[in-house]
C-alpha cells in the first residue's frame, strides 16, 4: 500500500465572492495574528487570511489501493462573534463560493495557516481582480460603457459571481439599452444570496430601479420578491415593489405593498404620499381594491422628490 500526498487545485463552490484587494485584519499573516499589549489590558486581532485543510481519500482496490491527501484553501476571516467565517478559493485562487461559519474550536483543529501562499499567490489575484472592478466602475461613471464592459468581463473571468462586476456588467447593459445582455445578468444575480447582503446594497438598489425603468417589469418584480425571501422587513424593497406594480397597472398590488412599507415604517412619508396618489387618481378605493377601468393617468405625472445620495428607494412619480 502506498501513500500518495498531492496537492489538488481548489474546486469552486456556489455563490459570491467578497471584494478583494483588502489586506487582512492584523497583516497578512495566513494565521491567527499575533497578540498585542494596549492600555488597558491584552488585545487579541482576529484572525483573518488563507488557511487549508486536508483530506485522505483511498483509491483502488486490493493491491493497487492508495491513500491520496487532498489539500483544499479557504479565506478566513474572525467574526465579532468569535467564530469563523470561511469561504472556499476558486482555481483562479480568488475567494468564491458559499460563506460559512466554522465554531473556533473546529477551526484551530482542522485548519493549518497558509501565510506565503496568501502573499505570493492569493492576495495578488484579489487586488488584481479588485482593480479591475474599480476600472470598469470608473468607466462607467464616464458613460464609456465599452470599456466598462471590457473591464467588468474581464473581471469575470477571474471571478464569474464577483458580485460587484456583475452588477457593474448588468448596468452597463442597462445603461445602452441592451435589454437581453442585461437580462443574462439578471437571471445570474438572482442566484446568488450575496447579491442581496446590505453591503452590496447601492449596486442592489440601482440595478433594481433600472430594470424598472427600462420597462423590464417581469424581472423587477421577481428581483424585489427574491430580496423579500432574505429580508421581509425592510420598507424601501416593498416601495419599490409597488412602483413597478404601478406601472404594470396592478393598483391593488401597489397599494398593498405600501401599506406593508407603512406598517414597518409609519414614518414613511414617500410612501404615504403614493398611497394618497392612488386614491386621489380613482385607482383604488378606501379599501384598496383596484377599480374596475383604472389605468395610468395620460400623461403620468411626475414629480421629482430631493433625496439624499443614501436614499436608497426610488422617489419619483
Same mark, same amino acid.
Given at each position: 500500500m502506498t501513500d500518495d500526498t498531492s496537492k489538488d487545485t481548489p474546486i469552486p463552490v456556489g455563490a459570491a465572492a467578497p471584494e478583494g484587494g483588502a489586506t487582512p485584519v492584523g497583516g497578512p499573516?495566513?494565521?491567527?495574528?499575533?497578540?498585542?499589549?494596549?492600555?488597558?489590558?491584552?488585545?487579541?486581532?482576529?484572525?483573518?487570511?488563507?488557511?487549508?485543510?486536508?483530506?485522505?481519500?483511498?483509491?483502488?482496490?486490493?493491491?493497487?489501493?492508495?491513500?491520496?491527501?487532498?489539500?483544499?484553501?479557504?479565506?478566513?476571516?474572525?467574526?465579532?462573534?468569535?467564530?469563523?467565517?470561511?469561504?472556499?478559493?476558486?482555481?483562479n485562487y480568488v475567494p468564491s463560493g458559499p460563506k460559512r461559519r466554522v465554531p473556533t474550536e473546529d477551526f484551530l483543529e482542522k485548519f493549518s495557516p497558509e501565510p506565503e501562499f496568501y502573499i505570493s499567490t492569493v492576495y495578488p489575484k484579489m487586488k488584481e481582480l479588485s482593480d479591475t472592478v474599480a476600472k470598469g466602475e470608473?468607466?462607467? /461613471?464616464?458613460? /464609456?460603457?465599452?470599456?466598462?464592459? +471590457?473591464?467588468?468581463?474581464?473581471?469575470?473571468?477571474?471571478?464569474?459571481?464577483?458580485i460587484r462586476a456583475n452588477f457593474g456588467l448588468g448596468?452597463?447593459?442597462?445603461?445602452?439599452?441592451?435589454?437581453?445582455?442585461?437580462?443574462?445578468?439578471?437571471?445570474?444575480?438572482?442566484?446568488?444570496?450575496?447579491?442581496?447582503?446590505?453591503?452590496?446594497?447601492?449596486?442592489?438598489?440601482?440595478?433594481?430601479?433600472?430594470?424598472?425603468?427600462?420597462? +423590464?417589469?417581469?424581472?423587477?418584480?421577481?428581483?424585489?420578491?427574491?430580496?423579500?425571501?432574505?429580508?421581509?422587513?425592510?420598507?424601501?424593497?416593498?416601495?419599490?415593489?409597488?412602483?413597478?406594480?404601478?406601472?404594470?397597472?396592478?393598483?391593488?398590488?401597489?397599494?398593498?405593498?405600501?401599506?406593508?412599507?407603512? /406598517?414597518?415604517?409609519p414614518g414613511f412619508a414617500e410612501a404615504e404620499q403614493f398611497r394618497k396618489f392612488l386614491l386621489d387618481k380613482n385607482l383604488v378605493d378606501i379599501h384598496g381594491n383596484q377599480i374596475s377601468g383604472a389605468t395610468l393617468p395620460q400623461p403620468a405625472p411626475r414629480k421629482k422628490a430631493k433625496k439624499s445620495a443614501s436614499t436608497s428607494y426610488d422617489m419619483n412619480f
Open positions: 499573516t495566513g494565521g491567527p495574528a499575533p497578540r498585542r499589549a494596549e492600555a488597558g489590558g491584552e488585545h487579541k486581532e482576529k484572525i483573518s487570511g488563507v488557511f487549508s485543510t486536508q483530506t485522505v481519500q483511498r483509491v483502488g482496490t486490493g493491491t493497487t489501493s492508495r491513500k491520496t491527501v487532498k489539500k483544499s484553501f479557504w479565506f478566513v476571516k474572525q467574526l465579532d462573534d468569535g467564530n469563523l467565517e470561511i469561504q472556499p478559493l476558486n482555481l470608473k468607466h462607467r /461613471e464616464k458613460g /464609456e460603457t465599452f470599456s466598462a464592459e +471590457m473591464e467588468f468581463n474581464s473581471a469575470l473571468s477571474i471571478d464569474e459571481e464577483n448596468l452597463t447593459y442597462l445603461d445602452r439599452g441592451d435589454d437581453t445582455r442585461a437580462n443574462d445578468i439578471f437571471e445570474r444575480l438572482v442566484k446568488l444570496d450575496a447579491a442581496f447582503e446590505p453591503e452590496h446594497k447601492h449596486l442592489f438598489n440601482e440595478f433594481g430601479i433600472n430594470l424598472r425603468k427600462n420597462k +423590464m417589469y417581469e424581472q423587477s418584480v421577481e428581483y424585489y420578491e427574491r430580496a423579500m425571501e432574505l429580508s421581509d422587513r425592510d420598507e424601501h424593497l416593498h416601495y419599490n415593489v409597488a412602483r413597478v406594480y404601478y406601472e404594470k397597472e396592478l393598483f391593488a398590488q401597489a397599494f398593498k405593498s405600501l401599506t406593508r412599507a407603512l /406598517e414597518l415604517n
